[in-house]
């Protein structure tokens, strides 16, 4: 998944980056083909360029190596807001067939939850406002879902047009990645289809770990397996954040 | 003019049972001494107000010191969920925990609104999600130049903030820099407001970086180095990373988590002046 | 990512006519040598918009360039008032300049806004003035939560922002410090923004109070040194005070001043490089 | 004039300062009775401490000495909006009977001014925010009218009562102060009252140089004259101020 994710992301794209696989994917993706991508973390570093994994958001490599370190209401509002980040992460504890993310509660009842999540984070407004968004989820009958418990962040809504009807100004989700494979709207549905498998992945696994009948797109691509630089490159980025701990 | 204070006598007039309160630091500089001082002080009632609700409020939960959490974000950051939390919300244990529930963006700008003398703010956020269902501090706005349908949240209003930062001078002015976070917006949203300090210095020479809070602005400067542990105080200390992950341990259990108040707010061993 | 261009290159691909165009800076690094080009390569119908129209807009107004000014305070700072922008209210010389005035407050707002990608900002001002009677930009609006009525501005939407900073990397990422006045938001207004700077260096050191716009934020970058003459660039230069107290002499008559235009702009001596 | 401006201020007030004589009187007033008054300009320094008088609000010294540089917007959202600022000070070119001010334009017809001036400045929102305000003002029959022209900042509207009905927190102008003597508001109309006279000026002076039929308290004081300390600190500023130009 780390190494799909850091593919998807184009050198010279500013690219707004929570803890956990989404940094990790960022950085790697620094390290091999796109070394000029620009990492804005929500803490307020606009360019962090860090030589180790950063172990919160809060790190102070982050500051050390921004171009410029600024308040937290500047990040929502000078640079999320107005859509000039080009690609958001997000993780999911469920993801619907529109692409829409729950990171609140799980249940049906919000006030007596099975389980209470962490919440909304920067999320709503990443959904909202980047150019376009990539989420980042293992894939499971859990995660999957029809629909999701609590609308977090938008995806598609109820399906096309939904996002334009509600303003909604950035692209939305065009590329989920799980540890399976890849799955992208329908272009004219905007419906989650399984466009990519990765190596070994069979497309009978994917739809028995996913939540509603899934549909496969025409063209449906193999991933390439991960080469022996990237994964040198992730190992080495591990190394350097352990040296640190 | 702010006053410099110890510890415990600046807690305990900023803090009061009953009060909205604000300690901020967003994964970086957050003020666990003082925290755990309002533990020890056995406040009641609190409305916690936080962006990054994190194991200071967990712990602070957990102490049954709040009914109710203004957030927009509640994890162990970078090692998972926060129990107390969780058992609070779920089980009422040890109190019931009222929530109020926002987004990043919706709580930098309520500071934001809360630090200009607004009413309210106004952003593009929160459209189409169930949030504005759970709570009337959202809701729409119309532009009166174009039309447009916007988001408006209300100010927050703090009776208290709490912030920690590297250092002070003797006048009480209050320097910070790393990543600086709301904290400028949490002390001007409060009406009282409280900064515990690694060290007061006899000047704040200028840093990069760095943003300073005129001792005019701020009521209380209490001196509390380590205060940040086991968060990040740039330039003094960096994280303790074992103590993250440990928290998943004793916050995962009523019974550890009790020892650990007896032993570590209440009861704490000679010399331990964090945690 | 920036491009680093000559002056006359940059300002060709930024400044076009009709545009509506604020050459920022608060008495501080304001763009004196771009806003001569402006006037050099003969720009008309511009709006100008800007906080503190001073010299630099009195030369832009007294030579044709402006049909519209967006302002809210408009002279020779610390030396008087600003006769070619009289010259042009009260007597449509050499156009016609029409009037769009706000408060400082205001104007901040507006360039908050735009920066912000909202399409209003809200403020307390205005209130019990006859600044709302001269335009339609200043309207009330109630808080959806507590009923009270504030002030709404609209954002100012720029097509090209102009200021003046200290330095540049050679990735086009600009540095600037001392006062910065609304220069970070009027580029954030701007649907193109050019950068002159007194030097590029290989790396942008850190320094106390400085901010910086990333590279990809700007769209163009020159080299202008002593770009900010006669006005300060902490660290540079300091203010020129005999240049601004001659000019209430030049601008007073309109000959003089087109002599000065001719002398000084159209055809400047080999070697002047500033004014 | 700047003798009693400086004399307005206390230790320990924040003070809203121009350039001009308001900056000449916040300085002198700290170096006399006032070292610890602080200062704020509007070009975002806050604590500046400057040691000669700035020549404009950009001048590299009030960066160089204050406790903290902020952006403009910041400085008139965070600081002067919510009632931060205790002393604002506000020149005028028209002063009325309520000390509403006028800086705009003088003439009957705002598009075709007899005269064009400066405009509005920080001044409208100096006048509704700070806890009170200072006007400094020449006076002559031209600046003392019954009605001002145009309305740029409010003093007291059309009388008592008029600032809270329009919703105006601060405490508007408290104190005129003019070559001749002070004017204040009467408690019970709000209407300019001469309340000082300096010395050698008699009140038949004050009463030509004003453009309205002009009230005089019952207890007319006479202002104290400068005090031989207050002219040396006074002069000495200036100099300074000159050997820096």
């Given at each position: 998944m780390t190494v799909a994710a850091a593919r998807a992301l184009r050198d010279g794209d500013v690219c707004?980056v929570?803890?956990?696989?989404p940094s990790t994917a960022a950085n790697l993706a620094r390290r091999t083909h796109a070394p000029g991508l620009v990492l804005?973390?929500?803490?307020?570093?606009?360019?962090?360029k860090?030589?180790?994994?950063?172990?919160?958001?809060?790190?102070?490599?982050?500051?050390?190596?921004?171009?410029?370190?600024?308040?937290?209401?500047?990040?929502?509002?000078?640079?999320?807001?107005?859509?000039?980040?080009d690609i958001?992460f997000?993780?999911?504890?469920?993801?619907?067939?529109?692409?829409?993310?729950?990171?609140?509660?799980?249940?049906?009842?919000?006030?007596?939850?099975?389980?209470?999540?962490?919440?909304?984070?920067?999320?709503?407004?990443?959904?909202?406002?980047?150019?376009?968004?990539i989420?980042?989820?293992?894939?499971?009958?859990?995660?999957?879902?029809?629909?999701?418990?609590?609308?977090?962040?938008?995806?598609?809504?109820?399906?096309?047009?939904?996002?334009?009807?509600?303003?909604?100004?950035?692209?939305?989700?065009?590329t989920?990645i799980?540890?399976?494979?890849v799955?992208?709207?329908?272009?004219?549905?905007?419906?989650?289809?399984?466009?990519a498998?990765?190596?070994?992945?069979?497309?009978?696994?994917?739809?028995?770990?996913?939540?509603?009948?899934?549909?496969?797109?025409?063209?449906?691509?193999?991933t390439d397996p991960p080469t022996p630089s990237e994964l040198a490159a992730l190992r080495r980025l591990?190394?350097?954040?352990?040296?640190?701990? | 003019?702010?006053?410099?204070?110890?510890?415990?006598?600046?807690?305990?007039?900023?803090?009061?049972?009953?009060?909205?309160?604000?300690?901020?630091?967003?994964?970086?500089?957050?003020?666990?001494?003082?925290?755990?001082?309002?533990?020890?002080?056995?406040?009641?009632?609190?409305?916690?107000?936080?962006?990054?609700?994190?194991?200071?409020?967990?712990?602070?939960?957990?102490?049954?010191?709040?009914?109710?959490?203004?957030?927009?974000?509640?994890?162990?950051?970078?090692?998972?969920?926060?129990?107390?939390?969780?058992?609070?919300?779920?089980?009422?244990?040890?109190?019931?925990?009222?929530?109020?529930?926002?987004?990043?963006?919706?709580?930098?700008?309520?500071?934001?609104?809360?630090?200009?003398?607004?009413?309210?703010?106004?952003?593009?956020?929160?459209?189409?999600?169930?949030?504005?269902?759970?709570?009337?501090?959202?809701?729409?706005?119309?532009?009166?130049?174009?039309?447009?349908?916007?988001?408006?949240?209300?100010?927050?209003?703090?009776?208290?903030?709490?912030?920690?930062?590297?250092?002070?001078?003797?006048?009480?002015?209050?320097?910070?820099?790393?990543?600086?976070?709301?904290?400028?917006?949490?002390?001007?949203?409060?009406?009282?407001?409280?900064?515990?300090?690694?060290?007061?210095?006899?000047?704040?020479?200028?840093?990069?970086?760095?943003?300073?809070?005129?001792?005019?602005?701020?009521?209380?400067?209490?001196?509390?180095?380590?205060?940040?542990?086991?968060?990040?105080?740039?330039?003094?200390?960096?994280?303790?990373?074992?103590?993250?992950?440990?928290?998943?341990?004793?916050?995962?259990?009523?019974?550890?988590?009790?020892?650990?108040?007896?032993?570590?707010?209440?009861?704490?061993?000679?010399?331990?002046?964090?945690?």
């Amino acid at each position: 998944m780390t190494v799909a994710a850091a593919r998807a992301l184009r050198d010279g794209d500013v690219c707004f980056v929570g803890i956990g696989l989404p940094s990790t994917a960022a950085n790697l993706a620094r390290r091999t083909h796109a070394p000029g991508l620009v990492l804005v973390y929500e803490s307020g570093t606009l360019g962090a360029k860090p030589d180790r994994l950063p172990l919160s958001i809060g790190d102070g490599i982050l500051a050390d190596t921004a171009d410029a370190v600024i308040s937290v209401p500047e990040v929502f509002n000078y640079w999320l807001q107005p859509g000039r980040i080009d690609i958001g992460f997000l993780g999911a504890a469920q993801i619907d067939r529109y692409a829409n993310v729950n990171t609140t509660v799980i249940g049906d009842d919000y006030r007596r939850p099975k389980v209470r999540l962490p919440g909304a984070g920067g999320a709503p407004e990443i959904a909202a406002n980047c150019r376009e968004v990539i989420v980042v989820v293992r894939q499971s009958t859990r995660a999957f879902v029809e629909r999701v418990d609590f609308v977090t962040s938008v995806g598609f809504g109820r399906g096309k047009g939904d996002r334009e009807r509600l303003g909604l100004r950035g692209g939305g989700p065009r590329t989920v990645i799980t540890d399976l494979g890849v799955l992208q709207p329908d272009p004219e549905t905007c419906e989650l289809v399984v466009t990519a498998l990765h190596p070994g992945v069979g497309i009978d696994e994917v739809r028995a770990r996913t939540g509603w009948p899934v549909r496969v797109a025409e063209s449906l691509r193999q991933t390439d397996p991960p080469t022996p630089s990237e994964l040198a490159a992730l190992r080495r980025l591990r190394q350097q954040t352990e040296q640190q701990e | 003019m702010a006053r410099i204070a110890s510890l415990a006598q600046a807690v305990s007039e900023v803090v009061h049972d009953g009060d909205t309160v604000a300690f901020e630091g967003f994964t970086h500089l957050i003020p666990f001494a003082a925290g755990h001082e309002v533990i020890r002080q056995r406040r009641r009632g609190l409305t916690l107000v936080r962006m990054t609700p994190d194991l200071i409020y967990d712990q602070l939960i957990g102490a049954g010191c709040a009914t109710r959490l203004v957030f927009s974000w509640g994890g162990n950051p970078g090692v998972g969920s926060l129990h107390r939390f969780r058992d609070a919300v779920s089980n009422d244990w040890p109190v019931h925990l009222e929530l109020e529930e926002h987004s990043h963006a919706g709580m930098a700008n309520r500071y934001v609104a809360g630090a200009s003398g607004l009413p309210f703010a106004v952003m593009r956020g929160y459209v189409g999600t169930d949030l504005p269902g759970q709570t009337s501090n959202i809701a729409p706005i119309t532009c009166p130049f174009t039309g447009e349908v916007l988001t408006a949240v209300p100010a927050l209003k703090l009776d208290a903030a709490v912030i920690h930062a590297q250092r002070a001078d003797r006048q009480g002015n209050v320097q910070l820099w790393g990543i600086t976070g709301v904290q400028k917006e949490a002390v001007l949203c409060a009406s009282r407001s409280l900064v515990t300090v690694e060290e007061i210095v006899d000047e704040l020479d200028p840093r990069p970086g760095a943003i300073v809070l005129p001792t005019w602005a701020v009521d209380y400067v209490a001196v509390a180095p380590g205060g940040a542990h086991p968060s990040y105080a740039q330039g003094y200390s960096v994280r303790d990373n074992d103590y993250y992950r440990a928290w998943d341990e004793i916050g995962r259990d009523r019974e550890e988590f009790n020892r650990w108040l007896d032993n570590h707010i209440f009861n704490p061993a000679p010399g331990e002046v964090r945690a």
